[in-house]
């Protein structure tokens, strides 16, 4: 069992940056990575990008690269969203998750940006970006 908690979200104009977190408990080390995903009202989860927990590898999406930054704390069992530019479009609750038990990471965005290859999610946390 994997326990996740995203943290750091808030309001914020266009042009504006925000860190967020996703604090991990419980059997971490079984998960080759963690992802983090979006939700705007009206619209369907979207992959924002992954990080390969081993090494840090990263994969983003194109809406967002170049923009955000993600990382890890291996010892604090946290990965971060550094957010930068942010625009009215990335508004959105924003959810971290781990990917599924013995997958192992495969550096493809059409494999890690798939929700379903993730089995443990956080709550979420809701960034609003005013223009």
């Known amino acids: 069992q994997v326990q996740l908690g995203e943290s750091g979200g808030g309001l914020v104009q266009a042009g504006g940056s925000l860190r967020l977190s996703c604090a991990a408990s419980g059997r971490t080390s079984r998960h080759s990575g963690m992802g983090w995903f979006r939700q705007a009202p009206g619209k369907e989860r979207e992959f924002v990008g992954g990080?390969?927990?081993?090494?840090?590898?990263?994969l983003y999406a194109d809406s967002v690269k170049g923009r955000f930054t993600i990382s890890r704390d291996n010892a604090k069992n946290t990965i971060y969203l550094e957010m930068k530019s942010l625009k009215p479009e990335d508004t959105a609750v924003y959810y971290c998750?781990?990917?599924?038990?013995?997958?192992?990471?495969?550096?493809?965005?059409?494999?890690?940006?798939?929700?379903?290859?993730?089995?443990?999610w956080g709550q979420g946390t809701q960034v609003t970006v005013s223009s």
């Open positions: 990080i390969q927990r081993s090494d840090g590898r990263t």
């Open positions: 998750a781990a990917l599924r038990d013995g997958l192992l990471w495969v550096p493809s965005v059409n494999y890690v940006g798939r929700a379903s290859n993730y089995n443990y």
